[in-house]
């Protein structure tokens, strides 16, 4: 690659650098004058495709980056497709104001079978399956798609579900096996062969080879009832019925022996939605919307697509075929691209028949669905703003919002949350926890003051957001020492609200106090806006509970090992993960613990006494 850039102070002067740009593929990266990424692209002709930013009419989204460049860097490529996976990683890193956005960082969820032991465990995994030993089957749409499997396949196969700690000091067989969902290798109540086979059965299950465990189960019927083993027998016949009632329900027409993916996108109010439907062996394993982020009304399907699919599948699995609702811009890159990175040949269609045809309408049709109820919800959210802003008397609907919450017990372990909000619901990654320190235990008072102080304080110096209106937890006590705190850091700050429970700490009966306000409002629980308070509060309150609890756990698994004599912060961190917690420590015996590198047979001991002590 062969990076050219054209940094200008005056201004861009795109005739200048058009004269001496490339006609190579590559991707170009779009700065304004504060040195920002607003937009990353790629082409197969760099001259052709950046000229046409300066000498074509274009609409409103692309005449606002226009206006806004300051100046270009380009990169130049030995092929489209490389450009294509460049793109993708500038725009993941950037995060470009005017490229389709898709922002999930949720990892997917796979079937994971811990292969390379005795008696492998069948489980939920979520996270990165390079680093971990086993096999792993997916990725699912959702964590409820891989349960639900799960489930289906413990009753067919009765595979152990427990942790190694919990099965390595079994002495009898669990709930589990007394209602026949695990055959309890864990005391030797299946051998290695025969639980080896139901491994086998799982994995062609999972593999949609069915037809070949049906044959394997007859077969082993059949043995069995030779051999007189009539129980043995029955187990067989039993899977044998539930397997095919399974595959009654679950096979889809025409899709057998395929690995599809199905992505519709619509769009529509402003706003798009992507519905990616997921087909693994002839089983539909569920869907998933994605809602990516538009920089413009004027984007159109085929250009979302576009972008969603590229960023989407390079970063995950890729299927043998994606059937789309709209042909992407970069259809035959994208293929080309898809394929090399698998080693097989990958295609994305657009015009298809028969049964995928049902499928990419049936795929439309939810993307339609969930596009009008997010809508409709963002229209009531917006209702409520409205209302909001009547009730406060506001000069304008507020963007942002925020809340704080303290949580403790007797006074310990105190966590205060802050919450925010904007005028389309909750903003997640504006969350923050605080560990309050350094107070008289219990004094909520103090524990306000502390977390305003220590919030804002460093939203002033890293120049953040500072909200329209702060709601405080509590009543005119609180308040008056929100007042007091803030005014010390702003002088003309945000409004800040006291919500207090009403009399009987009945919901909708909610006082709200407010600054130079002589008696408190009461909206009354019909009320849009304490709807929306209630909502802002009540996920303040469970913000802070959570971390409280997570604190609290944390304090206990530390201070009851903390008191073991030669146990230090090394050993207790390998205990810990190796057990996966303090209740898995307990069950454990000397001989498990010694296992832990580091952890003598006396220590052990030490460790195992101290433990059944307490």
Not at 234 to 260: N, P, W
Not at 268 to 283: A, D, S
Not at 409 to 421: E, H, K, L, P, R
Request: proline content about 4%.
């Amino acid at each position: 690659m062969q990076d050219i850039n054209n940094n200008k102070p005056e201004g861009f002067k795109d005739k200048e650098f058009l004269r001496s740009l490339s006609t190579h593929p590559g991707v170009y990266r779009m700065y304004n004058d504060q040195d920002t990424v607003i937009y990353v692209g790629k082409a197969r002709n760099l001259k052709n495709r950046i000229s046409s930013y300066f000498n074509k009419a274009h609409d409103s989204k692309t005449l606002a980056l226009v206006n806004q460049i300051h100046h270009i860097e380009v990169t130049v490529t030995r092929t489209e497709g490389e450009a294509l996976l460049l793109e993708d990683r500038l725009i993941k890193k950037y995060q470009p104001r005017y490229n389709v956005l898709l922002r999930d960082d949720k990892s997917y969820p796979y079937i994971y079978l811990s292969t390379h032991q005795t008696f492998p465990r069948l489980s939920l995994y979520r996270g990165s399956i390079k680093k971990k030993k086993g096999t792993f089957l997916g990725p699912f749409p959702s964590s409820a798609a891989v349960r639900q499997s799960i489930h289906l396949l413990h009753r067919l196969f009765r595979l152990r579900q427990c942790t190694d700690s919990y099965f390595r000091n079994r002495s009898r067989p669990c709930l589990q096996y007394q209602i026949k969902r695990c055959s309890a290798p864990c005391v030797g109540l299946i051998s290695e062969r025969e639980y080896a086979r139901d491994i086998k059965h799982t994995l062609l299950f999972l593999k949609g080879k069915t037809d070949q465990i049906i044959t394997d189960m007859v077969a082993g019927m059949e043995r069995a009832s030779v051999n007189l083993a009539f129980e043995q027998a029955a187990v067989y016949r039993d899977q044998i019925s539930h397997l095919r009632q399974v595959l009654e329900k679950q096979y889809i027409g025409g899709m057998q022996q395929t690995f599809i993916d199905v992505v519709a996108c619509v769009v529509k109010g402003g706003q798009c939605c992507v519905q990616v439907f997921y087909f693994r062996e002839g089983v539909n394993q569920g869907n998933r919307a994605f809602y990516p982020k538009m920089p413009s009304q004027d984007i159109d399907e085929a250009r979302i697509l576009d972008a969603f699919i590229s960023q989407h599948y390079l970063a995950n699995r890729i299927p043998d075929e994606l059937i789309v609702s709209h042909e992407p811009e970069s259809r035959a890159v994208l293929e080309e691209v898809f394929s090399e990175h698998v080693g097989r040949r990958v295609r994305i269609k657009h015009r298809v028949r028969s049964e995928r045809a049902k499928w990419r309408q049936n795929a439309i049709h939810n993307a339609q669905g969930a596009l009008e109820t997010r809508l409709t919800k963002r229209s009531s959210q917006q209702k409520r703003m409205s209302e909001l802003q009547k009730l406060l008397n506001l000069d304008e609907i507020p963007k942002r919002m925020e809340c704080f919450d303290i949580s403790h017990t007797q006074g310990n372990q105190i966590v205060a949350s802050c919450v925010v909000f904007n005028e389309t619901g909750a903003v997640k990654d504006d969350y923050r926890r605080f560990n309050i320190k350094g107070i008289t235990p219990g004094d909520d008072y103090a524990a306000m003051a502390q977390v305003l102080e220590r919030r804002y304080s460093r939203v002033l110096k890293e120049e953040g957001a500072i909200p329209d209106i702060i709601f405080i937890d509590g009543g005119k006590g609180q308040l008056s020492r929100a007042i007091e705190t803030m005014q010390a850091l702003i002088s003309d700050g945000p409004l800040l609200v006291g919500v207090s429970k009403g009399p009987d700490r009945k919901p909708g009966m909610e006082r709200l106090y407010i600054p130079n306000m002589a008696h408190p409002l009461e909206p009354g629980p019909r009320s849009a806006a304490l709807l929306l308070i209630q909502q802002i509060r009540d996920e303040a309150h469970r913000f802070a509970i959570t971390a409280h609890r997570q604190r609290s756990r944390k304090k206990a698994t530390r201070s009851s090992l903390e008191k073991i004599e030669g146990l230090g912060p090394k050993r207790r961190q390998n205990l810990i993960k190796y057990f996966g917690g303090i209740h898995g420590i307990k069950r454990a015996g000397v001989e498990d613990i010694q296992q832990i590198r580091g952890i003598s047979p006396s220590l052990a001991q030490r460790i195992y006494d101290h433990l059944r002590s307490h």
